[in-house]
């Protein structure tokens, strides 16, 4: 009775597959491609938070004035009925 183990460097049974360089290569372009990808996105944000800033601030400038104007027309009512 003869038991065969096989070559060690026979990596079927262990469902690891074995890199070529043209596997590193791929992997490596692919990751690459990835952070360039990340990156992009990234900068992206960065820019649309800038515009959401800027917007807010207009936002609140006119939040300001029409606070203004409300109380400018207020007071002219009140004006005007105490004529009356």
Do not use: H
Not at 13 to 22: C, F, N, S
Not at 30 to 42: F, N, P, V
Not at 47 to 66: F, H, I, P, Y
């Amino acid at each position: 009775m003869s038991l065969s183990l096989g070559s060690f460097d026979d990596d079927s049974g262990w469902g690891v597959p074995i890199q070529t360089e043209d596997d590193v290569v791929t992997a490596a372009i692919k990751k690459e491609k990835t952070i360039k990808e990340i990156a992009s996105a990234q900068e992206d944000l960065k820019a649309l938070l800038e515009k959401v800033k800027t917007v807010q601030a207009d936002v609140n400038k006119l939040a300001s004035g029409n606070e203004t104007l409300q109380m400018y027309i207020d007071n002219l009512t009140l004006q005007m009925a105490k004529r009356r």
